[in-house]
């Protein structure tokens, strides 16, 4: 953090401050969440001075995840939908998906199945038309958490169906070795772990032990080499 509080002391009140500003309040999300709404009003603030929408999209979504983080889901939905509308102004169709998955995730918190289906549905339509397979595969296993409810019977078959294709598909990236960056590698293994977890649980409450072990085990496996 201290390279960039250097950065942001001589930086021109442009675009690239912003940027700074941002990468501030994503540093101190976990350590100083006070420091982290600071800096994303500030960006917030130079963002909407310079009309820089993508700018303005990532300080709604830097503030709303400060909030989340404490709980504070009203205050969360209220930045992340404006991060939205900005996201949509320039068509910025993967902040769109990775902020309707947000917005899904607080409605899944929430117990609110049916809002957090709805979003999380629409973000795996956004991030097939992209073909980001890391977004569709966190769709995937987002949907199918929402299926995987112990208090559901009718429902699991349809988590399996979801987490199946989700594990298919990160571990066909995984395998034929189609990432971009170590980053998008680690994302993939985590959600093979996930999916993995997924399908066990569903098995366990099933009465089926010996697949939810397999399952068990193979999830372990992801997240030690994770």
């Known amino acids: ?20 500003l941002i990468s501030l309040s994503k540093h101190f999300l976990s350590s100083n969440p006070s420091e982290a709404i600071h800096y994303g009003e500030q960006a917030k603030g130079l963002a909407q001075k310079l009309n820089y929408h993508y700018g303005l999209a990532q300080a709604y979504k830097r503030l709303g995840l400060v909030y989340y983080m404490q709980g504070n889901y009203l205050q969360t939905l209220d930045y992340w939908d404006k991060s939205l509308e900005e996201f949509r102004k320039i068509k910025d169709q993967s902040g769109e ?15 609110d199945e049916t809002k957090a289906l709805e979003y999380f ?11 980001d397979t890391v977004r569709i595969s966190t769709a995937l296993c987002n949907i199918g958490n929402v299926y995987n409810n112990k208090e559901k019977r009718s429902s699991w078959d349809k988590g399996l169906d979801y987490y199946f294709r989700g594990l ?5 990236i995984i395998e034929q070795k189609s990432y971009k960056s170590q980053d998008e590698y680690d994302l993939h293994l985590d959600l093979v772990g996930s999916f993995s977890v997924g399908i066990g649980e569903i098995y366990f409450n099933k009465g089926e032990d010996k697949k939810a072990i397999e399952y068990f085990e193979k999830s372990l496996k992801a997240y030690e080499g994770t």
């Open 97 to 111: 998906a990775n902020i309707i998955n947000n917005i899904g995730t607080v409605y899944f918190d929430q117990t």
């Open 121 to 131: 549905l629409k973000s795996l339509k956004i991030s097939e038309n992209l073909k």
């Open 168 to 172: 298919e598909l990160s571990t066909k």
């Open 1 to 20: 953090g201290d390279s960039l509080i250097a950065a942001l002391k001589n930086s021109p009140e442009d675009t690239n401050k912003v940027n700074i």
